[in-house]
């Protein structure tokens, strides 16, 4: 089912969790500020998703829900 949200749609239904998105509206045209976009796939590891971003399979762009822009844990392993 693809349904149309916000960034913060997103992340209250979705917390924590890799999404593939497509469709997307960026604020200001500046390509990098998710405003809104459709959600493709909610049951897509990171891993799925990614290969499916690198493939350019239906547009697809992973984007995972937490404001910070990293995964919990991740900023330890930079």
Known sequence: ????LTRE???QKYPDMWLGLSNIKYANDDGVTLESADVIYTDKTEDELFQMQVDG???IISWYTNDN?????????L
């Open 57 to 59: 399979t239906e547009g």
């Open 69 to 77: 822009a990293f995964p919990l844990g991740a900023a330890g392993i």
């Open 1 to 4: 089912m693809i349904e149309r």
């Open 9 to 11: 749609q997103m992340a």
